[in-house]
């Protein structure tokens, strides 16, 4: 019997691909799922060479996930960042990447800006 995969369970396994990919370039996941208010989620905040990584993950099977990382996106990611450090009394350099996947294939786009 074939499962149908609605887009949360995609998330999820796409998000667990991410992690594991982290992990093995030596990154230490700090948290997963922040949710930021009225602001949105952080999908991973992971942590190397004391540099904090805010990471979104997008995938898409037929088109460019990539496009989905929209420049309101940004924006509120940004905002959502700010209010997690505040909230965790942080003052750390930290950068924006993205992990896009296109079917099971991995980018990494370190330091993505607005």
Do not use: W
């Amino acid at each position: 019997m074939k499962t149908k995969f609605n887009t949360t369970t995609t998330g999820k396994y796409f998000e667990l691909q991410a992690i594991e990919y982290l992990v093995e370039k030596g990154f230490e996941i700090i948290e997963i799922n922040y949710f930021a208010k009225k602001l949105g989620e952080i999908d991973i905040i992971a942590s190397k060479e004391d540099i904090y990584h805010f990471v979104e993950v997008k995938s898409g099977k037929g088109f460019e996930a990539v496009y989905n990382i929209t420049q309101q996106k940004l924006y509120k990611l940004y905002n959502s960042i700010e209010l997690y450090l505040k909230h965790k009394k942080l003052d750390v350099a930290y950068c924006v990447d993205a992990i896009i996947f296109d079917g099971d294939e991995l980018e990494y786009l370190e330091n993505i800006s607005m």
